[in-house]
């Protein structure tokens, strides 16, 4: 494999059903050489956690405003609950997974973005040597997208909830990673016409947004595959829901949704 065996997958909830092939395909890529790592997301239950505790849910541009209260729920639900599911679910299928946050071991350094956001952080530097030495010691990180507060230069004790899909972005440009691949549950971006496009240059993704045409959660997305490819990474939107849509990617080349990026040429 002369190329980087690096592969950077976000999931989310809403493509993890009870017939998903994605872990399968982690395992099967890890068995073959390549080096997955996995960032996952969880604003679902994070939601559904805060409805069964009465607490409000409030977005500002289309990030979770995080109070007090809300940040332990978030720590619960992304470090502990959906991050150790994840890693029992791999290992089961065979695959050697460890699970982890941004908070462990500096791996993500943040600042606050926004006061009007709370505990919301903004990404300063990835560690990307801690999970080169994972994967040199045999594992699929998982990671959880929280981070800790980096202030006066040294590390405060405070977590900060993240975007997941901007980790996905920045972790990919850490690692140098050769893919980004994104698992949705639509059929990738779509264009001013509203079908999906196969590939955009970043210029045109870029424009997209401006235009207003890639909004909500998909801008997110969009803006970290822009982010990799800043350092090489060749970056994919797909289709999750369909069966092994990311050994299609990986291993033949075909996406079922859009590529992002300077070429279309399959791993």
């Given at each position: 494999?002369?190329?980087?065996?690096?592969?950077?997958?976000?999931?989310?909830?809403?493509?993890?059903?009870?017939?998903?092939?994605?872990?399968?395909?982690?395992?099967?890529?890890?068995?073959?050489?390549?080096?997955?790592?996995?960032v996952h997301g969880g604003g679902a239950t994070i939601s559904e956690w805060l409805d069964s505790r009465d607490a409000?849910?409030?977005?500002?541009?289309?990030?979770?405003?995080?109070?007090?209260?809300?940040?332990?729920?978030?720590?619960?639900?992304?470090?502990?609950?959906?991050?150790?599911?994840?890693?029992?679910?791999?290992?089961?299928?065979?695959?050697?997974?460890?699970?982890?946050?941004?908070?462990?071991?500096?791996?993500?350094?943040?600042?606050?973005?926004?006061?009007?956001?709370?505990?919301?952080?903004?990404?300063?530097?990835?560690?990307?040597?801690?999970?080169?030495?994972?994967?040199?010691?045999?594992?699929?990180?998982?990671?959880?997208?929280?981070?800790?507060?980096?202030?006066?230069?040294?590390?405060?004790?405070?977590?900060?909830?993240?975007?997941?899909?901007t980790v996905a972005g920045e972790v990919a440009f850490a690692l140098a990673a050769r893919w980004l691949v994104f698992?949705?549950?639509?059929?990738?971006?779509?264009?001013?016409?509203?079908?999906?496009?196969?590939?955009?240059?970043?210029?045109?993704?870029?424009?997209?947004?401006?235009?207003?045409?890639?909004?909500?959660?998909?801008?997110?997305?969009?803006?970290?595959?822009?982010?990799?490819?800043?350092?090489?990474?060749?970056?994919?939107?797909?289709?999750?829901?369909?069966?092994?849509?990311?050994?299609?990617?990986?291993?033949?080349?075909?996406?079922?949704?859009?590529?992002?990026?300077?070429?279309?040429?399959?791993?």
């Open positions: 494999m002369s190329e980087s065996p690096i592969i950077v997958v976000k999931i989310g909830g809403s493509t993890l059903g009870s017939h998903d092939t994605t872990l399968e395909d982690l395992v099967a890529l890890q068995r073959e050489g390549w080096r997955p790592a996995v409000p849910t409030r977005f500002v541009r289309g990030l979770r405003a995080t109070d007090a209260e809300s940040l332990r729920v978030v720590v619960a639900v992304l470090a502990g609950l959906i991050n150790k599911e994840l890693v029992a679910a791999i290992s089961a299928l065979g695959g050697r997974a460890i699970g982890l946050s941004g908070a462990d071991g500096g791996l993500i350094r943040v600042r606050q973005l926004d006061p009007e956001l709370g505990y919301v952080g903004q990404i300063e530097r990835v560690d990307g040597d801690m999970l080169m030495r994972l994967f040199e010691a045999g594992y699929l990180p998982v990671i959880a997208p929280l981070g800790i507060l980096w202030e006066n230069q040294r590390l405060q004790n405070q977590i900060l909830n993240i975007n997941a899909d698992l949705t549950d639509v059929a990738g971006v779509s264009g001013s016409d509203g079908s999906s496009v196969a590939h955009l240059s970043g210029q045109d993704a870029a424009a997209l947004i401006d235009q207003g045409t890639v909004s909500g959660g998909m801008i997110p997305k969009v803006e970290a595959c822009l982010r990799a490819c800043e350092g090489a990474t060749r970056t994919a939107i797909i289709d999750g829901r369909q069966p092994h849509a990311l050994l299609a990617a990986v291993q033949q080349g075909r996406f079922l949704g859009t590529t992002i990026g300077p070429g279309e040429e399959g791993s």
